[in-house]
């Protein structure tokens, strides 16, 4: 996302009940949020909702956000036989399924 590749974020409804807390992300994925010292000019990581974190940065790119069920979450394997999908968008589903097996 940080680099406008993404087309469509899927995002697990459960995403806000694994990370409720804010995070420590790196710089480069948020230099708009303030460090510990209240700047922006720093590469210190900052704190951030992920789950806030990851829409808002969807939509400043464009992308869709689809906010799914975890039921859901079985089909989505099927998703790129369907439509066109390509790397970065097979990594994105790789990535949610196999969050998806370690917590179920």
């Known amino acids: 996302m940080a680099n406008g590749q993404v087309d469509e974020l899927l995002v697990s409804g459960a995403l806000e009940e694994t990370h409720p807390l804010p995070e ?8 708009e949020l303030p460090d510990s010292g209240g700047g922006t000019a720093s590469e ?4 951030a909702s992920l789950p806030d974190l990851l829409v808002t ?6 992308a869709t956000v689809t906010i799914i069920e975890d ?3 079985a089909r989505i394997g099927r998703r790129c036989g369907r439509v066109p999908c390509d790397g970065a968008g097979k ?3 790789g990535l949610l399924i196999e969050k998806y097996v370690q917590n179920h």
């Open 57 to 62: 940065k969807a939509r400043q790119s464009g």
């Open 44 to 47: 210190e990581p900052r704190q």
């Open 24 to 31: 420590e992300v790196r710089a480069i994925l948020a230099p």
């Open 91 to 93: 990594v994105a589903i």
């Open 71 to 73: 039921r859901g979450l």
